[in-house]
């Protein structure tokens, strides 16, 4: 594992807000966060406190009301959905914990999913969903819808569908929300290994437990960093 | 990527029976509908359109002016062809008919009756007919010759080769087949069955050659030559009559294009007001309607599953699919649901077409053979399902994938709202069918319970043929000797049709130029009174005893009234050049339109006149042992004839066909709209549910009952549907009154209507909607509760 000096990510001065008809609710409060190539960062904190909506401006979902977001040295912050989806589809990778399949396709449809959309050939999507689902270990499920599969076996599959367009960067949302202890930590080693190939990993949980996998914590609270544990 | 979507839209429709039933059936059976009016509006627009010339082929029409009013109509002297041909040299070809009419055909003792048409040898130039046998040219040299269809063919000779056969026409002169054509298509004006030439038909009516300039009993047609312009041609022609019949200098002939008469048959005053074309903009108009609201339909049930659809789209979304990506898989799959439900149309429209076909007389055909249907068919489907897609792809592809992904999509409230605009759209359709139906039948059942002023049941009449003309008497002795019927007469024409006037009519106290109105006529022998029923006001019928009745005739009240008569009996009316003495008045009887006033009517002597034979059955013995022992009698008289008769309250009734037609289509369309916007409800409803789960679930655990919350749930959509029952009612009951307008014995658009349209559309809006609002509200809270 090596981490590279240039930042992946560097977010200056980040903020949202959520409006309804009466109430302004601050969910990410001036934030600053910078992470390099290569590391496996967690992020915690107490509900409510911006984790979500965080994962949700660093993966291009959602943007920000302000600051700046730096991705690979460009500035994405005010992107229009369109090249955000562009920027997405070819460098992040999503896993939810309630998995977020579809559930009208196959296993192997669902991972080749991706592929479709970034325009890779048939024959070679072939190869490349055969290839991470032999590396899951549920090849032999390939043809199953989800509702077949037990939780730790959709997520395996979740995380072949987020791994399989080979992203430089894996948002995680709580992976092990939805699991028990064993799978849980079966896809908390998944994502070591995956980081360990050079992957670089952001994951929210609540567990402190799964943060430990990480190198680096960061704590939220009320839309601002608190604190950042450095993993040794 | 496409077959990704069509995979997804496949499972996704295999996945969910009920809602892809629903979805594809109900756009089905919209498309069926819609595809078979538009079959008819191709048939009806087509008509007439096979002639090869058909844009220089014109009718020659007549006008007349009477009273103030100008009469127009298609019947032309006898002469006008000739002197067209003569006088005018834009005319390239004129032809005379007589209108076809069943006729006796005979070939070895096979009598069978055949609608024939006589026409100048040059109406087989002017018109297309298709020759299979025989040459067009030589067809009617010889003047006792026929031209048959190729069913009629069948029909007579079997597989024989009918040319140069003989066959009897009428009992007594011989034809001779010189050649076949193909059957006429049936959107054709024409309908004979066999053509004979003008000069056979002047041969057995010998009166026809004589016929002056003042008898319109004749159609005429006319070809223009290329390039010549019509309007100019019927400002020449406007003193046509004047310059050969000075009496009736007032009358003008004028050129109709033949193909368009078909849906523009209506004058009033001398100017074309439409016709047919009426219902063909209508059926027009219910074609895109009928597809529009099954289209509405798609959209409300798709949309109706947004919320099982939202999370897919997200995390397509997520994985790197563009806006117009999503919007294709939606499109995709609305066209993948046309596709099938074009498949149930073709499959229901099969099933369909020959009630269709019953109901409106027509033999439509689908046109599956033909290439430009099929393209037609499936632009339709495409659009279709674009058009059905177009609003849920847009409404789908526009979700926030971090919205949906939480489960707190937001879009609810708005889509709801324009889903509800829809929901108005497609039942303010409804409530217009729903009220236009009863109207419709209120209106039919107010003038068929007008008094008649006959006596309709146990009527029946027939033509007279053969040796029926002069054996009458005789036939009318032994029927009423065999007990079968009770009365008979011979009349002109029948009492159920008006179709015979004329004019040049004087009374006592006549202003100058009334002399010039048209008078209904129906020429009768004796016994007409007793045996039709009517009631005789003042004075006597025509009598056996006094020989000097030939020379008399009866009116009706219409009549005296209009001629001012105020001691009408014994008045002198000159009547078909003869001073008649007014011997009788009658009671005014529905001859004519049950929808018009009664028109004065002369009723007039003449035993020479007959066409019809009126027989009024013994009530007191069975129809059917009746009818056998008249048709005995008839066939001792008159061999050579089938025995073909008709009921004249059946007769009668014929009357009321459009109405009876427009009656019929309006309530199937009113079922079908019902159910049609009522899956749309039933969609809008389990859309609302499935968005008020929670909102149910906290109101049930606060304690609320179940017939409470079902009330709170449905009442949004009867609220719905009031709105769109008075937007219904106020253009229904605008376009019902101008409906009825024209009808001067008509209905009146009472109250009770709008109250029972309201009420049907409550009821089944509450059914439609109580099933799920029940649903719903007695689901398990904890479960949706949790969910949150």
Same mark, same amino acid.
């Given at each position: 594992?090596? %981490?590279?000096?240039?930042?992946?990510?560097? %977010?200056?001065?980040?903020?949202?807000?959520?409006?309804?008809?009466?109430?302004?609710?601050? /969910?990410?409060?001036?934030?600053?966060?910078?992470?390099? !190539? =290569?590391?496996? &960062?967690?992020?915690?904190?107490?509900?409510?406190? =911006?984790?979500?909506?965080?994962?949700?401006?660093?993966?291009?979902?959602?943007?920000?009301?302000?600051?700046?977001? &730096?991705?690979?040295?460009?500035?994405?912050?005010?992107?229009?959905?369109?090249?955000?989806?562009?920027?997405?589809?070819?460098?992040?990778?999503?896993?939810?914990?309630?998995?977020?399949?579809?559930?009208?396709?196959?296993?192997?449809?669902?991972?080749?999913?991706?592929?479709?959309?970034?325009?890779?050939?048939?024959?070679?999507?072939?190869?490349? &969903?055969?290839?991470?689902?032999?590396?899951?270990?549920?090849?032999?499920?390939?043809?199953?819808?989800?509702?077949?599969?037990?939780?730790?076996?959709?997520?395996?599959? /979740?995380? /072949?569908?987020? &791994?399989?367009?080979?992203?430089?960067?894996?948002?995680?949302?709580?992976? !092990? =929300?939805?699991?028990?202890?064993?799978?849980?930590?079966?896809?908390?080693?998944?994502?070591t290994d995956l980081n360990e190939q050079g992957t670089t990993i952001i994951m929210v949980t609540h567990s402190e437990h799964d943060a430990r996998y990480s190198h680096r914590i960061i704590r939220l609270l009320d839309g601002q960093s608190v604190m950042e544990n450095i993993m040794v | 990527m496409i077959r990704n979507y069509f995979k997804i839209a496949w499972r996704s429709l295999i996945n969910n029976k009920l809602y892809s039933a629903i979805n594809i059936g109900g756009l089905g059976i919209g498309m069926a509908v819609s595809f078979m009016l538009l079959i008819y509006v191709y048939n009806e627009f087509t008509f007439d359109a096979f002639h090869q010339n058909k844009d220089r082929i014109?009718?020659?029409?007549?006008?007349?002016?009477?009273?103030?009013?100008?009469?127009?109509?298609?019947?032309?002297?006898?002469?006008?062809?000739?002197?067209?041909?003569?006088?005018?040299?834009?005319?390239?070809?004129?032809?005379?008919?007589?209108?076809?009419?069943?006729?006796?055909?005979?070939?070895?003792?096979?009598?069978?009756?055949?609608?024939?048409?006589?026409?100048?040898?040059? +109406? *087989?130039?002017?018109?297309?007919?298709?020759?299979?046998?025989?040459?067009?040219?030589?067809?009617?040299?010889?003047?006792?010759?026929?031209?048959?269809?190729?069913?009629?063919?069948?029909?007579?000779?079997?597989?024989?080769?009918?040319?140069?056969?003989?066959?009897?026409?009428?009992?007594?002169?011989?034809?001779?087949?010189?050649?076949?054509?193909?059957?006429?298509?049936?959107?054709?004006?024409?309908?004979?069955?066999?053509?004979?030439?003008?000069?056979?038909?002047?041969?057995?009516?010998?009166?026809?050659?004589?016929?002056?300039? $003042?008898?319109?009993?004749?159609?005429?047609?006319?070809?223009?030559?290329?390039?010549?312009?019509?309007?100019?041609?019927?400002?020449?022609?406007?003193?046509?009559?004047?310059?050969?019949?000075?009496?009736?200098?007032?009358?003008?002939? +004028?050129?109709?294009? +033949?193909?368009?008469?078909?849906?523009?048959?209506?004058?009033?005053?001398?100017?074309?007001?439409?016709?047919?074309?009426?219902?063909?903009?209508?059926?027009?108009?219910?074609?895109?309607?009928?597809?529009?609201?099954?289209?509405?339909?798609?959209?409300?049930?798709?949309?109706?599953?947004?919320?099982?659809?939202?999370?897919?789209?997200?995390?397509?979304?997520?994985? $790197?699919?563009?806006?117009?990506?999503?919007?294709?898989?939606?499109?995709?799959?609305?066209?993948?649901?046309?596709?099938?439900?074009?498949?149930?149309?073709?499959?229901?429209?099969?099933?369909?077409?020959?009630?269709?076909?019953?109901?409106?007389?027509?033999? @439509?055909?689908?046109?599956?053979?033909?290439?430009?249907?099929?393209?037609?068919?499936?632009?339709?489907?495409?659009?279709?399902?674009?058009?059905?897609?177009?609003?849920?792809?847009?409404?789908?592809?526009?979700?926030?994938?971090?919205?949906?992904?939480?489960?707190?999509?937001?879009?609810?409230?708005?889509?709801?709202?324009?889903?509800?605009?829809?929901?108005?759209?497609?039942?303010?359709?409804?409530?217009?069918?729903?009220?236009?139906?009863?109207?419709?039948?209120?209106?039919?059942?107010?003038?068929?319970?007008?008094?008649?002023?006959?006596?309709?049941?146990?009527?029946?009449? +027939?033509n007279i043929e053969g040796s029926m003309y002069k054996e009458f008497e005789n036939f009318r002795r032994d029927v009423i000797n065999s007990g079968a019927v009770v009365d008979a007469a011979a009349t002109s024409l029948s009492i159920a049709n008006a179709g015979s006037s004329s004019w040049g009519i004087k009374w006592p106290g006549q202003l100058p130029g009334e002399d010039k109105i048209p008078i209904d006529q129906i020429v009768v022998s004796y016994h007409f009174i007793p045996t039709y029923g009517l009631t005789l006001l003042q004075g006597r019928d025509f009598s056996q005893e006094r020989p000097s009745d030939t020379l008399s005739l009866m009116l009706n009240e219409a009549a005296v009234?209009?001629?001012?008569?105020?001691?009408?009996?014994?008045?002198?009316?000159?009547?078909?050049?003869?001073?008649?003495?007014?011997?009788?008045?009658?009671?005014?009887?529905?001859?004519?339109?049950?929808?018009?006033?009664?028109?004065?009517?002369?009723?007039?002597?003449?035993?020479?006149?007959? $066409?019809?034979?009126? @027989?009024?059955?013994?009530?007191?013995?069975?129809?059917?042992?009746?009818?056998?022992?008249?048709?005995?009698?008839?066939?001792?008289?008159?061999?050579?004839?089938?025995?073909?008769?008709?009921?004249?309250?059946?007769?009668?009734?014929?009357?009321?066909?459009?109405?009876?037609?427009?009656?019929? *289509?309006?309530?199937?369309?009113?079922?079908?709209?019902?159910?049609?916007?009522?899956?749309? *409800?039933?969609?809008?409803?389990?859309f609302s549910a499935e968005q008020r789960k929670k909102e149910i679930s906290i109101r049930k655990v606060l304690g609320a009952s179940i017939s409470s919350l079902w009330f709170n749930l449905s009442k949004e959509f009867l609220q719905l549907v009031i709105i769109s029952f008075v937007i219904g009612a106020a253009i229904s009951w605008y376009y019902m009154n101008r409906w009825l307008a024209q009808y001067t014995y008509r209905t009146d658009v009472s109250i009770w209507v709008f109250v029972a349209t309201m009420g049907i559309s409550i009821v089944v809006c509450l059914i439609t909607v109580s099933w799920q609002a029940i649903r719903a509200a007695l689901n398990n809270p904890v479960k949706s509760?949790?969910?949150?």
């Amino acid at each position: 594992m090596t %981490i590279q000096e240039a930042p992946m990510i560097k %977010i200056t001065n980040l903020e949202k807000f959520y409006r309804t008809e009466e109430v302004e609710t601050i /969910a990410l409060n001036k934030l600053s966060i910078e992470i390099a !190539t =290569g590391e496996f &960062v967690a992020i915690m904190g107490p509900s409510g406190c =911006g984790k979500s909506t965080l994962l949700n401006i660093l993966g291009m979902l959602d943007d920000p009301d302000a600051g700046s977001y &730096v991705f690979n040295d460009i500035e994405v912050a005010h992107f229009t959905e369109r090249k955000r989806a562009d920027l997405r589809k070819h460098n992040i990778g999503f896993v939810f914990q309630s998995f977020n399949l579809i559930d009208e396709l196959t296993v192997f449809e669902n991972v080749e999913l991706p592929l479709i959309y970034t325009g890779v050939a048939a024959s070679e999507r072939v190869k490349r &969903v055969e290839e991470v689902l032999d590396k899951m270990q549920i090849m032999h499920r390939r043809n199953h819808y989800p509702q077949q599969l037990s939780g730790g076996q959709q997520q395996r599959v /979740a995380i /072949a569908r987020a &791994v399989v367009n080979k992203p430089k960067l894996i948002l995680a949302d709580e992976p !092990t =929300g939805n699991l028990d202890s064993s799978n849980g930590n079966d896809v908390m080693e998944l994502l070591t290994d995956l980081n360990e190939q050079g992957t670089t990993i952001i994951m929210v949980t609540h567990s402190e437990h799964d943060a430990r996998y990480s190198h680096r914590i960061i704590r939220l609270l009320d839309g601002q960093s608190v604190m950042e544990n450095i993993m040794v | 990527m496409i077959r990704n979507y069509f995979k997804i839209a496949w499972r996704s429709l295999i996945n969910n029976k009920l809602y892809s039933a629903i979805n594809i059936g109900g756009l089905g059976i919209g498309m069926a509908v819609s595809f078979m009016l538009l079959i008819y509006v191709y048939n009806e627009f087509t008509f007439d359109a096979f002639h090869q010339n058909k844009d220089r082929i014109y009718k020659v029409m007549r006008n007349q002016p009477a009273n103030g009013d100008i009469n127009t109509g298609d019947a032309t002297p006898v002469q006008a062809a000739g002197a067209l041909l003569k006088d005018y040299p834009e005319v390239e070809a004129a032809a005379r008919t007589n209108e076809g009419y069943d006729q006796l055909l005979n070939y070895n003792n096979k009598p069978l009756k055949f609608n024939l048409m006589s026409a100048d040898p040059s +109406f *087989l130039n002017i018109f297309t007919l298709d020759f299979v046998k025989g040459d067009k040219a030589e067809a009617f040299k010889d003047p006792s010759s026929v031209i048959m269809t190729e069913s009629t063919v069948k029909a007579l000779f079997g597989d024989k080769n009918p040319i140069g056969q003989t066959v009897k026409l009428n009992g007594s002169q011989l034809v001779k087949v010189t050649a076949v054509i193909k059957d006429l298509p049936q959107n054709s004006t024409f309908k004979f069955k066999a053509l004979i030439p003008w000069s056979l038909y002047e041969t057995m009516q010998p009166w026809v050659k004589e016929s002056s300039w $003042g008898n319109y009993s004749f159609l005429t047609y006319a070809m223009l030559k290329p390039g010549v312009n019509v309007t100019t041609f019927n400002h020449k022609i406007k003193g046509l009559i004047a310059h050969n019949d000075p009496f009736n200098k007032e009358n003008e002939l +004028f050129l109709y294009l +033949f193909k368009d008469y078909h849906l523009h048959s209506e004058f009033k005053n001398g100017v074309n007001t439409g016709g047919s074309i009426e219902y063909v903009r209508l059926f027009l108009f219910l074609a895109i309607g009928i597809l529009f609201i099954a289209c509405i339909n798609f959209m409300n049930l798709s949309t109706a599953r947004s919320e099982r659809r939202s999370r897919e789209v997200g995390i397509r979304k997520v994985v $790197g699919a563009r806006r117009i990506a999503i919007i294709q898989q939606f499109l995709g799959e609305s066209v993948l649901t046309a596709i099938l439900a074009f498949l149930v149309a073709v499959v229901t429209m099969t099933l369909l077409l020959p009630y269709f076909n019953e109901v409106i007389k027509k033999q @439509l055909v689908i046109p599956f053979h033909t290439y430009w249907a099929w393209m037609a068919a499936i632009g339709v489907t495409l659009i279709t399902g674009l058009l059905a897609g177009s609003y849920p792809a847009l409404f789908l592809s526009s979700f926030k994938p971090v919205k949906v992904l939480k489960g707190n999509n937001s879009g609810g409230k708005k889509t709801l709202h324009s889903r509800q605009i829809l929901v108005i759209v497609q039942f303010v359709f409804a409530t217009c069918l729903i009220l236009s139906s009863i109207l419709i039948y209120k209106q039919i059942s107010y003038i068929k319970n007008r008094p008649v002023g006959y006596a309709q049941n146990g009527l029946l009449e +027939f033509n007279i043929e053969g040796s029926m003309y002069k054996e009458f008497e005789n036939f009318r002795r032994d029927v009423i000797n065999s007990g079968a019927v009770v009365d008979a007469a011979a009349t002109s024409l029948s009492i159920a049709n008006a179709g015979s006037s004329s004019w040049g009519i004087k009374w006592p106290g006549q202003l100058p130029g009334e002399d010039k109105i048209p008078i209904d006529q129906i020429v009768v022998s004796y016994h007409f009174i007793p045996t039709y029923g009517l009631t005789l006001l003042q004075g006597r019928d025509f009598s056996q005893e006094r020989p000097s009745d030939t020379l008399s005739l009866m009116l009706n009240e219409a009549a005296v009234k209009m001629m001012r008569l105020k001691a009408p009996l014994g008045q002198i009316v000159k009547w078909q050049g003869k001073s008649c003495t007014v011997i009788g008045v009658v009671k005014n009887f529905v001859w004519a339109s049950p929808y018009e006033p009664v028109k004065p009517v002369i009723i007039g002597f003449d035993k020479g006149w007959a $066409g019809q034979i009126g @027989l009024r059955l013994n009530p007191k013995a069975a129809v059917s042992k009746s009818l056998a022992s008249i048709e005995a009698i008839y066939k001792k008289y008159n061999p050579e004839y089938p025995f073909q008769y008709k009921f004249v309250d059946e007769n009668f009734n014929g009357k009321f066909q459009t109405e009876r037609l427009l009656g019929t *289509l309006s309530s199937a369309f009113t079922l079908l709209a019902i159910v049609i916007s009522c899956l749309g *409800l039933f969609g809008l409803a389990s859309f609302s549910a499935e968005q008020r789960k929670k909102e149910i679930s906290i109101r049930k655990v606060l304690g609320a009952s179940i017939s409470s919350l079902w009330f709170n749930l449905s009442k949004e959509f009867l609220q719905l549907v009031i709105i769109s029952f008075v937007i219904g009612a106020a253009i229904s009951w605008y376009y019902m009154n101008r409906w009825l307008a024209q009808y001067t014995y008509r209905t009146d658009v009472s109250i009770w209507v709008f109250v029972a349209t309201m009420g049907i559309s409550i009821v089944v809006c509450l059914i439609t909607v109580s099933w799920q609002a029940i649903r719903a509200a007695l689901n398990n809270p904890v479960k949706s509760l949790k969910n949150e």
